[in-house]
């Protein structure tokens, strides 16, 4: 985001990625494609080249090839833990390294460092799963997969004291603490009283505008300028006090997790209904606010 990057909440380590993947090696046809994810009955995983078992079936998800992230990283001797009220599974693998996965978020927390991965994880009777190829590169691990024997074959990559992810070749936006409280308090006046997903959609029109070049480029000029935001002028933004959805929301949409995607105007309906807004184009309707672009 050219002349848009704004300073991170920590410093991420700069990286060298040594672990290349060949995408090729999880294709699998089109026909299995599909809005919902797909059981793959017959797949096995081996490691090492002997035959293990996971606590759940691989799956195909938008053709790709996913496996129960807690299964898998027990096999490889790491500790999970599951946090419900975060939708957040961590991992602590046996060198040390602490990896951070959300439901639906794209960025990947390994070592406090952000990466954005290329799918997102999902939750399928009650387990997380995450795309293969990442949570291998993530366990320190190669991995190929046989189309014609339905098993994926895992390697485990040793004497590396300095790992690092493929997945470091990918570093995610930066943010600061600053942005950060200034956009959980824009959220928290304009949507506390929304469920979780109204949050994170009021969140994401705030970036979406950061990335268009009809509005301005940081997260403080979009909430300050012009009069879309009321409470940026009267006081309120400056006493708002967000609740620990809005600051969950928040965090996600930092993190890439966007459900009105180009959307950059929301209203209330029943408040803003006047010509202007009946002329743009709507997104979703989420809780009582109207999304559009």
């Not at 952000?114 to 366990?139: I, K």
Request: charged share 20%; aromatic share 10%.
């Amino acid at each position: 985001m050219s002349g848009k990057r704004i300073t991170q909440l920590c410093h991420i380590r700069s990286v060298i990625p040594v672990l290349l993947f060949v995408v090729s090696m999880f294709f699998v046809p089109q026909s299995l494609a599909d809005s919902s994810p797909v059981v793959l009955e017959e797949a096995a995983v081996t490691v090492e080249g002997e035959p293990v078992t996971l606590k759940a079936p691989l799956r195909i998800h938008n053709d790709r090839l996913y496996v129960p992230a807690a299964s898998l990283a027990t096999l490889f001797g790491a500790s999970v833990e599951w946090d419900q009220d975060n939708q957040e599974i961590t991992i602590v693998t046996v060198h040390g390294n602490e990896i951070v996965l959300g439901i639906g978020v794209p960025v990947v927390y390994y070592d406090g460092a952000r990466y954005v991965m290329d799918a997102v994880p999902f939750l399928e009777e009650g387990r997380t799963y995450v795309p293969l190829r990442h949570a291998a590169d993530l366990l320190r691990a190669k991995v190929a997969w046989d189309q014609e024997g339905q098993v994926a074959e895992l390697i485990r990559i040793d004497g590396e004291e300095h790992y690092v992810p493929a997945l470091a070749a990918h570093e995610a936006e930066p943010y600061s603490e600053e942005d950060y409280w200034l956009l959980a308090k824009l959220t928290m006046v304009e949507a506390g009283y929304e469920g979780y997903e109204g949050q994170l959609a009021v969140a994401n029109v705030i970036l979406n505008r950061v990335k268009d070049p009809r509005f301005p480029d940081t997260i403080r000029d979009v909430i300050y300028s012009g009069k879309q935001f009321p409470p940026a002028h009267n006081g309120l933004l400056d006493e708002a006090k967000p609740n620990e959805s809005v600051l969950k929301a928040v965090k996600d949409a930092f993190n890439g997790k966007n459900n009105v995607q180009d959307a950059v105007y929301f209203h209330n309906p029943r408040v803003s209904n006047g010509s202007y807004w009946k002329s743009l184009e709507t997104v979703t309707t989420i809780g009582n606010h109207r999304f559009a672009k």
